[in-house]
Structure formats: C-alpha cells, structure tokens
C-alpha cells in the first residue's frame, strides 16, 4: 500500500505563490500517474493537475491553467504542485492522488481512477 503525504499549504495573499508537495512512500506504484485535487467548503473535489509516470505528459483544470505548474521527482517519488498568481477562489483542503496505471488524458481528471489518497493540506488565499 503506498503512503502519500502532502505538505506546503499554509496562508496566502491574493496574488501570491505556493508550492505544495507529495511524498510517496511504502509500496509505491512503479507506473504511477500522480495528480491534484481540491475540495472546498460545500463544494466538490474539483481536478487540478496531473502528471503521467515520466513526466512527459501533463494535464491541468481549467481554472488553474497558466497559473499551476505540476512537476514529479521520480528519484524522490514526489510530485510538486507550484501555485502561481492565486486567487481566494483557490482556497481549498489540496489532496494528492496516485493511480497503478499510467495516465491518459481523457481519464486523467476522473477521480474515480486514482487507487490512492492523501490526507490532504490547507490552502488559503486571502484577498
């Protein structure tokens, strides 16, 4: 079973940067696509970004695109999220997520096809 841990979220002034990351340990999925999810208050989980295993292929939300850039260290299995020009719309618990399978586009946004969930980290952005 792998372990996924986030961290970086905190407070943030509109306008402002954060970079989030995740941590996969124990059995982690060799082939692994990894991605981003949010969920605020009310709301549900919306996608934000994903990555495939080698990094070669991104996929991002639309209301992050241009402004969320998500990159992977496959030596440190950790996948970075770096939030750019944030909005308080943006405010929201952050959630990391790993699948068994490699990513495609067309399922990459599909929370229903990620095998595993992290406890999730705090992003708030105030205006």
């Known amino acids: 079973q792998v372990q996924l841990v986030e961290s970086g979220g905190g407070l943030v002034q509109a306008g402002g940067s954060l970079r989030l990351s995740c941590a996969a340990s124990?059995?982690?999925?060799?082939?692994?696509?990894k991605g981003w999810f949010r969920q605020a208050p009310g709301k549900e989980r919306e996608f934000v970004a994903a990555?495939?295993?080698?990094?070669?292929?991104?996929y991002y939300g639309d209301s992050v695109k241009g402004r969320f850039t998500i990159t992977r260290d496959i030596a440190k299995n950790t996948v970075y999220l770096q939030m750019n020009s944030l909005k308080p719309e943006d405010t929201a618990v952050y959630y990391c997520?790993?699948?068994?399978?490699?990513?495609?586009?067309?399922?990459?946004?599909?929370?229903?096809?990620?095998?595993?969930w992290g406890q999730g980290t705090q992003v708030t952005v105030s205006s």
């Open positions: 124990g059995r982690a999925f060799s082939t692994a696509g």
């Open positions: 997520a790993a699948t068994k399978v490699d990513l495609r586009a067309d399922v990459a946004g599909d929370n229903a096809r990620y095998d595993a």
């Open positions: 990555i495939s295993w080698s990094g070669a292929n991104t």
